[in-house]
């Protein structure tokens, strides 16, 4: 049931407060004055032509019903929570009618809870990474003579030397409990192996949780491990975990404790202690703001101890661009990296990174993140530091980026959203359709009102709707697009003049009276040009923004 609501309700939710012109917060009182202004337009006493009558009957019943919903202020909490269908109970109970508005929206929470918690037992959370590794040192580093007596010779030799496969699957028990099963295999140059590993993790509380795992695997051996987590202040919070590895050569203990605390708002301190096979003590700092993330670290340990930094910028775009560069010396040597990543579709995002390093050479690294996937392509190019090597690995993805992005993903893109475009047309045809014949219904109704307010406004050199139109506005050489994607409202408009003041709420305008959706699915806006003391003003104004004229800043300044 819970579920149902949030699809059916959502765009239903603004109805009531668009055809009323008013806020979602208007009073009581603004409520009464829209809809006595509405009534008065809309009564069927009015009107003697049949079809007329007709009409504005249609229209009268639906302003009485949003009044009645909107004043009541159970109806109203309810229509806010749900939508239309929450105050349709026929066949269904939504909640006691008794109820005030504030048990209503605790009963909203409840249905809510209840629906989490039964998508949370269907949700298994599959995470998987796939790892390839290339050997590409023949493209740059090769003995040329040992190519010439062999046939074929003359082409680079490139091969596939190790891979690794890791997945892992949740499965929650209960409300606190969740049990996860993961594995890997791996192969390097024709040796491989893999494990498995089963965890059980139990939410103690809102400061803590604790997990168990069990592993076996063909190389190392049987694993028990315990890792809890611990929040110690708001600003701080300690992991500890411990291991015991069963491996060929006997007991091997580990054992670790993390302790991290807020500095700032954007930053964190980090100290870690490991003892074990890999014994290190590591201290590091992260600073993530909304354009940038930097990290300095530094550890001391057997058998690597080193220093390292990394910096990333963040670019405020659609594609959320990000490039970042990081430099790392220790005893092992010292590697420098840079690259870019940025998101190519709604859940891909593909990065690709430069490694130079001294002794490890030249590495180009291509990661393809889709949902819950990962995908990695290490290629080593060489083991020496070539220049050649260098600028290949830098230029060749970028230009095989910026290839295969406009010849493949954008017309992709583009095609999909146009279908989905197409599709949401379609669906929504029938109600356009309707609410078009209502529009134009309104748009008859409303012309002796309109004649009236005319002459009141010109009587006094008030405000008065010269033109206005609906939709979306392309650009002045497809006039034949442009027309058919916008609407005429100035009669509707003119129509909501009260005082020589038009007032338009933040709800979209394609529910006011006189008005239709003409372009599902795309950005609309309303263009308007008036006349206020004789003065020519135009404005145009997004489809959710609130509007409020006449206004100076509106003033067309006549060429002198």
């Known amino acids: 049931m819970a579920a149902s609501l949030d699809d059916d309700f959502e765009s239903a939710n603004q109805d009531y407060y668009s055809l009323l012109n008013v806020r979602k917060e208007a009073t009581l009182e603004e409520l009464k004055a829209s809809y006595r202004r509405l009534c008065m337009l809309y009564h069927p006493d009015k009107h003697r032509d049949p079809e ?47 109820r005030t508005p504030a048990e209503i929206r605790e009963e909203y929470e409840r249905l809510q809870r209840e629906r989490e918690e039964r998508r949370l037992q269907q949700r298994t959370n599959p995470k998987g990474t796939i790892s390839v590794g290339v050997d590409a040192t023949d493209l740059f580093d090769r003995y040329d003579e040992d ?67 069990f592993g076996a695997g063909d190389i190392l051996g049987p694993l028990v491990g315990l890792k809890l987590f611990r929040n110690l202040t708001p600003r701080c919070f300690l992991t500890a975990q411990c291991g015991l590895q069963f491996s060929p050569r006997g007991l091997r203990p580990s054992c670790s404790l993390m302790t991290a605390r807020h500095l700032d708002q954007n930053t964190m301190g980090y100290l870690q202690w490991r003892w074990g096979p890999n014994s290190a003590m590591t201290t590091s700092v992260v600073r993530d703001t909304k354009r940038t993330h930097f990290t300095l670290a530094l550890q001391l340990g057997v058998p690597h101890s080193y220093l390292m930094m990394s910096y990333q910028y963040k670019f405020q775009d659609e594609d959320q661009t990000k490039v970042k560069g990081s430099v790392k010396t220790g005893w092992f040597g010292t590697v420098v990296e840079y690259g870019a990543e940025r998101k190519i579709s709604r859940h891909s995002v593909l990065s690709a990174t430069v490694s130079i390093g001294v002794p490890q050479g030249v590495t180009l690294k291509i990661k393809l993140a889709r949902a819950s996937q990962t995908y990695l392509f290490p290629v080593h190019l060489t083991d020496q530091l070539l220049p050649s090597a260098v600028f290949y690995a830098t230029v060749g993805p970028l ?55 005319i002459e009141a406004e010109e009587s006094k050199m008030g405000l008065i709707i010269l033109n206005a139109w609906y939709g979306k506005f392309v650009s002045d050489t497809s006039q034949k697009q442009e027309k058919a994607k916008v609407i005429d409202v100035t009669v509707p408009l003119q129509c909501l003049v009260k005082d020589s003041k038009l007032i338009l709420t933040e709800a979209s305008k394609a529910g006011l009276p006189g008005f239709y959706d003409p372009c599902v ?40």
């Open 52 to 98: 007329l009558k007709r009409q504005a009957e249609q229209l009268f019943n639906q302003v009485h019903q949003a009044y009645e919903v909107l004043s009541d202020a159970h109806s109203r909490a309810i229509y806010d929570i749900f939508g239309k269908k929450g105050l349709e109970v026929e066949g269904w109970e939504v909640v006691e009618r008794k």
């Open 147 to 213: 190519f010439e007596e062999m046939p074929g010779g003359g082409f680079p030799h490139i091969e596939i030397n190790k891979m690794h496969i890791s997945q892992s699957i949740e499965a929650p028990l209960t409300n606190s409990d969740t049990a996860v099963l993961s594995g890997s295999l791996s192969t390097h140059n024709g040796n491989g192996g893999g494990n498995i590993n089963m965890t059980v993790r139990r939410v103690m509380s809102a400061k803590g949780w604790g997990e168990v795992e």
């Open 399 to 453: 230009l095989v980026y910026m290839a295969v992005h406009r010849l493949v993903i954008i017309p992709y893109t583009q095609q999909q959203k146009e279908q989905d475009l197409e599709l949401q047309r379609k669906s929504s045809a029938t109600d356009i359709a309707k609410k078009k014949q209502e529009a134009e219904s309104a748009v008859l109704l409303m012309q002796e009102s309109v004649r009236r307010i």
């Open 521 to 560: 699915g795309e950005e609309k806006s309303l263009k308007l040009l008036y006349q206020f003391r004789g003065v020519m003003h135009q404005v145009i104004s997004a489809d959710t923004e609130p509007l409020r004229i006449p206004k100076q800043s509106h003033r067309i300044e006549s060429e002198s």
